[in-house]
């Protein structure tokens, strides 16, 4: 199946501070999306994007198709944004990276 | 839209019992419905991909006869749990998606099942 490698496993910032989050891909998919995982586990999706370029608030994504990777922006991070992110992609079903774990600190 | 309800969302049952986790996409149709498994600070990995009206398809390594998955309608997929031991004991999370393109996977809230 497809393989999805994200960096950074861990991220530490202090509030206010800006990080990208990368998602590379074994080979191409259809599929691509974006997810927070909230602490009761919950995944809220953040971005649906296979390719292009889509912004919501503080938060940003990218996807190059061709380049098989997409990156998320958080600019101006909060304590709320602590949590997990997920990248997943796929043709059918989606496949999992093992997640970034993100630490805002006040 | 695309609002994708799991129950129960906690249950501990019993050696040897079976438990049921039900899957309902509550605002459209969903040919296709998946199930995952996660284990604690762990991803999350696919276990079958459940197909309205036909047989689920299992991934490599996972258990036909222990994840009964049903598909019986467009709206509703089932995940039975049976004879559970305590290494089933995981957060298992559903996950639909609308026929048409561009739309995206909608999750469910996970069942975390305890296997005492």
């Known amino acids: 199946g497809i393989q999805v490698e994200q960096s950074p496993p861990d991220l530490i910032l202090q509030e206010g501070a800006n990080s990208t989050l990368r998602c590379n891909f074994s080979?191409?998919?259809?599929?691509l999306q974006w997810f927070h995982q909230n602490p009761w586990g919950q995944l809220i999706n953040l971005f649906y994007i296979p390719s292009g370029t889509k912004q919501n608030g503080r938060l940003s994504a990218t996807t190059v198709a061709t380049e098989r990777y997409s990156l998320l922006y958080i600019s101006s991070s909060q304590t709320t944004d602590s949590g997990v992110y997920f990248c997943?992609?796929?043709?059918?079903?989606?496949?999992f990276g093992k997640g970034t774990s993100l630490l805002v600190t006040p | 839209g695309a609002v994708v309800s799991q129950h129960p969302s906690r249950v501990i049952c019993k050696s040897g019992t079976s438990v049921k986790i039900e899957c309902r996409s509550l605002?459209?149709?969903?040919?296709?419905m998946f199930w995952y498994r996660q284990f604690p600070k762990k991803s999350l990995m696919l276990m079958a991909t459940s197909n309205e009206g036909s047989k689920a398809t299992y991934e490599q390594g996972v258990e036909k006869d222990k994840f009964l998955i049903n598909h019986a309608s467009l709206t509703l997929s089932t995940l039975t749990v049976t004879s559970a031991h305590p290494e089933d004991s995981s957060f298992y999370i559903c996950?639909?998606?609308?026929?048409?393109?561009?739309?995206?996977?909608?999750f469910g809230s996970g069942t975390r099942l305890t296997v005492v």
């Open positions: 605002d459209f149709q969903a040919t296709t």
């Open positions: 997943a992609g796929g043709v059918r079903a989606l496949n």
């Open positions: 080979d191409s998919v259809n599929n």
């Open positions: 996950s639909a998606t609308r026929a048409a393109l561009n739309y995206g996977y909608t």
